[in-house]
């Protein structure tokens, strides 16, 4: 009885400081839902009334919503029983936590994300999120000092049954490996059952703080099958309107890629539009091109019907062996320095379109 009376107070502090805030602005409900509408959240006029009314308990989501859009620290409205107990065991001497830690202050602050749909169904399907990284002090840990939390949030891209947005939302912690050079996002989504993983390069910025960063992400498919799925990660700091040229750069950046990139015959008559003849004549009757030939169990059992399934997926297994493909995917110096170069409009593209339509940051054309 005491714990529900304990939320009910809690409750009540939280709405009484979200009405304080909203005062001092001078804003209305409607106001209220127009800034979150700008900056991508889903609230609408039912669920506001409801928390400023005090009939709701507050979840994670309105409450990152709200102080975001007000400007004030997620903590103050953060109930504290929604607060998780550690269960990572991190040495201090190795793990930086502390967002008043060099390291991870130059992290803190809210990110726009994008990265490929991992829907096998969704080829050409990108999406975009949030990621914020906050200060947070764990109350419910003796002596615990405070950490960076995290909270991400990614639009599906469907709608629900009322036609508002689809939204998955996570939170976790942001950590750096002090010995790796390497920070960690680990994210939870309970009520889809998901624990995502995200690593990113590090290094310790002094003067300035980070701005964007490739990572690689551990996670689980969207789609009818579930299963283990890696895909490359991108983040940049808000507020940032990407113009269509360099959202196009970036989503090609997110290609599972090594050094070398192969190209079908048909696909290169493409770069005729970004590369000058000469050049492209030269490419084209280079000796660059080699054969290759496309397999998989289904090819293989049809060009030798005789052979039993287990015996077509033996010889599959058999012949990964010659391939060409890598044994693991690097994300590297130069692929943070390709998505920073092409947010600063840094990136020089060649050949005829050079100039007009293929200018990376077109703001300061109009």
Not at 30 to 54: T, V
Not at 137 to 165: I, R, W
């Amino acid at each position: 009885m005491n714990g529900k009376k304990d939320r009910t107070e809690q409750n009540r502090r939280v709405v009484e400081i979200l009405k304080s805030h909203i005062a001092q602005k001078g804003l209305k409900q409607s106001d209220l839902l127009h800034m979150c509408e700008a900056k991508g959240y889903s609230l609408n006029q039912s669920e506001l009334s409801r928390i400023l009314s005090n009939s709701v308990s507050l979840g994670l989501y309105p409450v990152l919503a709200l102080a975001d859009v007000l400007e004030i620290d997620p903590a103050v409205f953060m109930p504290e029983e929604r607060r998780s107990s550690s269960i990572l065991d991190l040495s201090p001497e190795v793990f930086a936590v502390n967002p008043e830690d060099r390291a991870v202050k130059s992290y803190l602050g809210k990110y726009s994300t994008l990265f490929h749909s991992t829907d096998p169904q969704e080829r050409d399907k990108i999406l975009h999120g949030r990621l914020i990284l906050y200060p947070k002090h764990d109350t419910t840990e003796t002596m615990a000092e405070p950490y960076c939390a995290a909270y991400f949030s990614v639009d599906t891209g469907m709608k629900d049954l009322q036609g508002n947005p689809v939204l998955k939302k996570y939170q976790g912690r942001f950590i750096i490996s002090k010995h790796l050079d390497v920070a960690y996002c680990i994210l939870v989504n309970n009520e889809w059952g998901e624990l995502s993983f995200i690593e990113f390069r590090h290094r310790v910025f002094y003067l300035k703080n980070v701005e964007c960063r490739v990572g690689m992400a551990l996670t689980v498919s969207a789609g009818e099958k579930k299963v283990p799925t890696a895909h490359k990660f991108i983040i940049y700091r808000e507020p940032y309107e990407l113009t269509e040229a360099q959202e196009k750069l970036l989503v090609n950046e997110l290609k599972m890629t090594t050094g070398e990139i192969h190209l079908k015959a048909e696909e290169l008559e493409h770069a005729k539009d970004y590369l000058e003849e000469k050049t492209f004549n030269k490419l084209r009757k280079s000796r660059l091109e080699e054969s290759y030939y496309v397999l998989n169990e289904a090819i293989l059992k049809y060009l030798s019907p005789q052979m039993s399934r287990r015996e077509a997926r033996g010889l599959f297994e058999l012949l990964k062996g010659y391939s060409d493909e890598e044994y693991a995917m690097y994300v590297n110096e130069e692929e943070d320095a390709v998505v920073y170069s092409a947010l600063h409009n840094e990136v020089q593209l060649p050949g005829k379109k050079n100039g007009s339509d293929l200018v990376l940051d077109d703001r300061s054309h109009r």
